[in-house]
């Protein structure tokens, strides 16, 4: 459904680097042998360990502590910074950021898992939005779509043949939440003000939230080529971006 | 872990129930079980909004669940029962609210945030009534405090509307040691009993040399929180710009305004500062992290030697700063915190005849 000819995930070089005109992703699996994610532990903080604890569930526990490691090794690449040496701080409504003490190199991130997969996306002097869904069948997805999706949207479902609309349903949300994140609110605030959207299944697309300025606050989104059970999307600021994509090595 | 468990009490609660339990995949779960920590996201919440507006009529906003996480404070906005405003604003948060002991108030750290009790409250089992307080400021529409005096006087009000005589059971974890120290002050200046005061990971943040300027920034925080959104960023960089080296560092962001919980952190951090304590008349009892960093290693009272006249008793708990509310260290802390409320419950048994004496004095 996604024609995305520049979506191979490679191993990521030695030497890496996000130029301003970059934008990375990182796929990782989060369901690691019990010995490396013990040694995970160690490198997050007091914070991310509290939350970690407040899981029910011990696979939730662990995802998530397996989740932050790797954020904390993705960044250290960038930064050069030991990951147990980063500080992160939390917006109003939720979205982590480095605190303002690596301010300097102008690194944005955000993460997303699913049922074991997580997505990271990191940009420099862009802010960046991403998200990862688990396919699954949806019993109240009309009910959603009614409440929740745009005009266009619904005119999409209208006339999308049944056999692909749980794909669609997907990606659709995985392309409102990237938006979201990407402007560091996230879904919970104002699905439904996402109206600006959208054709989705075009790979890529220009979006304007109009109460910022345009010049600044111009988001483009595009889908993501995932393994036939996933759908993901992304959003930067600006449109003048590529992708590159990497592969979280299985035993780092 | 399971002596908590609350199953649903009436047909909204029982719905609710059977909604979860099959969107989330999981069985049993309780009605003070919170949305986030099964497991929940947000097409997961939005799901549930669905189910719920199909069947209610209702349709509401998915963030209802950043306020009411729990089926038990959904059920409550499903039967319209109205949210809060600032007027009925209450600093009192229940974490556990049923039981036959004296409740245990415990203060919240730097970030005015409550999230960590839970799992002390599991562990202190079910029949401890366990109520956190969550600091004004936490939601970015009130201002925050800027005195601990004045955290400790409103927490002392909130509490005294649940328990309004002591003896009362204290706790402050981090900077919230320093409000619980400041609360006992003031209920034993009301002449209330204390019967327990627990420092929990609560270093006496000793104040700073440049304090003046510190004050300087309070003031000038505080006043942000007044102005609009937009205004803030440029107050802040205007008035906090030079002022001092660390607060500049701690507020000033990339050009977005402060997250409401990094103002109030700062905010907390600076009145912490200011705060002279008097010395306390009664007890205390230091839960301290068998590891501390470097430059409270030496001190074992973690700064607060000779502000208890009743003395100062110490336990350590064998873990790291920061993490005695976690799995398994939390359980230690549970155990020897629960001995701490038995012997302040004993003591006052044996204090009885004064208690009997001095009341009958007031009469």
């Known amino acids: 459904m996604v024609s995305a000819l520049d979506q191979v995930w490679l191993p990521p070089p030695a030497d890496l680097a996000v130029t301003g005109d970059e934008v990375h992703v990182w796929r990782a699996w989060l369901d690691r042998p019990a010995c490396h994610v013990k040694d995970m532990q160690r490198i997050l903080s007091a914070d991310e360990l509290d939350r970690a604890a407040c899981f029910r569930f011990e696979k939730d526990h662990w995802r998530f502590v397996v989740a932050r490691a790797l954020l904390r090794a993705i960044l250290s690449r960038y930064l050069n910074v030991e990951p147990d040496q980063l500080r992160f701080r939390t917006g109003d409504h939720g979205k982590p950021s480095l605190t303002p003490a690596f301010a300097q190199a102008a690194l944005h991130f955000n993460l997303s898992h699913s049922d074991g997969l997580a997505l990271y996306a990191v940009a420099r002097g862009r802010e960046v939005g991403i998200d990862v869904e688990r396919v699954c069948p949806i019993a109240e997805a009309d009910q959603i779509i009614e409440r929740l999706f745009s005009a266009s949207e619904k005119a999409a479902f209208r006339t999308h043949p049944d056999n692909s609309r749980q794909e669609l349903f997907f990606t659709c949300w995985a392309r409102k939440e990237a938006y979201a994140k990407a402007r560091g609110e996230g879904l919970f605030l104002a699905p439904d003000q996402f109206d600006r959207s959208s054709i989705p299944w075009q790979p890529a697309e220009l979006l304007r939230a109009h109460e910022y300025s345009p010049e600044r606050h111009q988001f483009s989104l595009r889908n993501l080529s995932m393994d036939a059970e996933y759908v993901a999307a992304i959003a930067a600021e600006g449109d003048r971006w590529r992708l590159a994509c990497w592969q979280y090595p299985e035993s780092g | 872990m399971e002596g908590t468990f609350t199953g649903p009490r009436d047909k909204v609660e029982r719905w609710l129930t059977g909604i979860w339990e099959e969107i989330l995949g999981i069985h049993p779960i309780g009605v003070r079980d919170n949305f986030f920590d099964l497991g929940g996201h947000s097409l997961l919440a939005a799901r549930l909004f669905a189910r719920i507006e199909k069947v209610f ?307």
């Open chain 2, 57 to 363: 009529a209702q349709s509401l906003p998915m963030s209802t669940l950043f306020h009411a996480p729990t089926i038990e404070q959904l059920a409550g906005v499903l039967r319209g029962e109205k949210e809060k405003d600032s007027s009925s604003w209450t600093s009192l948060m229940p974490i556990q609210p049923g039981g036959s002991q004296p409740p245990f108030f415990c203060v919240h750290g730097g970030h005015g945030r409550t999230l960590t009790f839970g799992t002390l409250s599991r562990h202190l089992g079910p029949d401890q009534p366990f109520y956190a307080f969550q600091a004004r400021g936490i939601d970015g529409e009130q201002s925050p405090h800027t005195r601990i005096e004045d955290y400790a006087a409103e927490y002392v009000m909130d509490m005294q509307a649940i328990q309004p005589e002591g003896p009362y059971f204290l706790g402050g974890f981090c900077s919230g040691g320093t409000i619980a120290f400041e609360m006992a002050q003031q209920l034993r200046a009301q002449g209330h009993e204390v019967a327990m005061l627990a420092l929990l990971d609560a270093r006496r943040v000793v104040r700073q040399p440049r304090s003046r300027l510190g004050r300087r920034v309070l003031i000038h925080v505080g006043n942000v929180l007044r102005l609009s959104v937009s205004d803030k960023l440029e107050y802040l960089l205007d008035k906090v710009r030079g002022v001092t080296q660390t607060a500049k560092h701690s507020i000033k962001t990339r050009g977005e305004a402060p997250s409401a919980r990094d103002i109030l952190d700062r905010v907390i951090d600076c009145a912490e500062r200011e705060y002279v304590p008097q010395i306390y008349p009664g007890r205390m009892i230091l839960f301290r992290p068998g590891e501390q960093p470097a430059e409270y290693y030496l001190d074992p009272y973690l700064g607060w030697e000779g502000l208890a006249a009743g003395g100062i008793e110490v336990r350590d708990i064998p873990t790291g700063s920061g993490t005695m509310f976690r799995e398994p260290h939390v359980q230690t802390l549970a155990r020897e915190l629960r001995a701490s409320m038995e012997a302040g419950k004993n003591a006052r048994l044996s204090a009885g005849r004064d208690e009997v004496l001095r009341s009958g004095q007031r009469a």
